[in-house]
């Protein structure tokens, strides 16, 4: 069993900076892809922005040149660093990992609040 457990989340006024954190414990199978999404007001869950092992990024076009994702496989983590953050930044952030060959593996959110 895997799990992921975020921190960083909080609040911060337009324009400011978070950096979320995600390690991975537990009985961890080899991992592609690491990354996160995140649930906004009134909307599905939706991808924010991931990276596989090869360093390949999928990075949502709303986040793009803001926000960077990176990881440490090593340490099993994987970083988000927000900046110029928005007011529609504003939701619960999941860290996601996954294997070919298994489902994938969800933290249990932290909250980002963007407002003034």
């Known amino acids: 069993q895997v799990q992921l457990v975020e921190s960083g989340g909080g609040l911060v006024q337009p324009g400011g900076s978070l950096r979320l954190s995600c390690v991975a414990s537990?009985?961890?199978?080899?991992?592609?892809?690491m990354g996160w999404y995140r649930q906004t007001p009134g909307k599905q869950r939706e991808l924010v922005a991931t990276?596989?092992?090869?360093?390949?990024?999928n990075i949502a076009d709303s986040v793009r040149g803001r926000f960077t994702v990176s990881r440490d496989n090593a340490k099993y983590a994987v970083y988000l660093q927000m900046n110029n953050l928005k007011p529609e930044d504003t939701g619960v952030y999941y860290c996601?990992?996954?294997?070919?060959?298994?489902?994938?593996?969800w933290g249990q959110g932290t909250q980002v609040t963007v407002s003034s």
């Open positions: 996601y990992a996954k294997s070919n060959s298994l489902p994938p593996y």
């Open positions: 537990g009985t961890i199978p080899w991992i592609n892809t």
């Open positions: 990276l596989t092992r090869g360093r390949d990024a």
